[in-house]
């Protein structure tokens, strides 16, 4: 059976169907992190002091338990692979399957770079005893952080499929390939989002 | 996006992306730089989420192409926020009825 409505746009919904599709699963994102976040405020409003007590030291800044230099770097790679994801999409639209390669390769170099940046972080942490079950604050940063670490191993795989066996697509139906990756930049896009909102709120305030 | 868009139209889109990627990277430096200063907890809050909220649009506007949705889509991102609102205000409202219970520092 052939799927429907796969390049062409759906009459009633005015969009091909894999975009309605990809951002109804976005919406539950949204409240799977939002859910998350509303763990974040209630734990924080609770707290007597923010990240508070952990083995013994009293910390009032989440910069003083946190990296911030390396988020920050890792906030500049996010938003550089959003732009290397639309350039990638971008490059199909113009019929440049050779730019789509680059640009998808790049997307993925830079995810991989977000995970060894996050992992020299999560070591550090570890090797100071810093673990998630020592404090509300460590238990909420490592959920969220750790969340949309596997959001970022989601992506490589998607982005990966689509560079490599995926992109014979493009030999037969250009235009399909084409909206998958758009598809693709839009989870993308979202992971970048959410990390746009995770830096501030646990690193900075 | 189904409908074709011309190679020019696609140049000009690109130019923006740059520029949007510009402005993402300015407002990353703000926000981190105001972090250090350190302001007390509601200043910071508002400049933190203002500043986020202006990035998240600027992705959501240009990379998701957001500016050129359907209206389907729109309802759809707009019954979204509703609901997460809900859930932030069940949370607080939640916190706010347990007053009176002695919080243990």
Redesign the interface.
Known sequence: MEIPYTVKARPDTGVYNAKLGIWLFLASEIMLFGGLFSAYIFLRIGAPAWPGEIEGHLYVHASEVLNVPMAALNTFILIGSSVTVVMAWASLMMNRFDRFRLFMGATILLAFAFLVVKSIEYGTKFEHGLYPWESNFLGIYFVLTGLHALHVIGGIVVNGYFLGPGSKLWKTNPQYFTNRIEIAGLYWHFVDIVWIFLFPTIYLL | ???M?S?EE??A??RV??Y??GA??VL?IV??A???Y?LP?VP??IV??V??VI??GL??SY??HLMT?????YW??I??VV??LA??A???S??HSQEGVH?V?
């Open positions: 996006m189904a409908e868009h190679a696609i140049k889109h690109v992306y740059l949007v990627f993402l990277a990353t926000t981190v105001v972090g250090y350190h907890i910071a809050l933190a989420l500043i986020a990035k998240g992705v959501a990379f998701m949705e359907k209206r389907l889509i759809l991102l019954m979204t609901f997460l859930m932030f069940i949370v607080v939640a916190f919080l520092p």
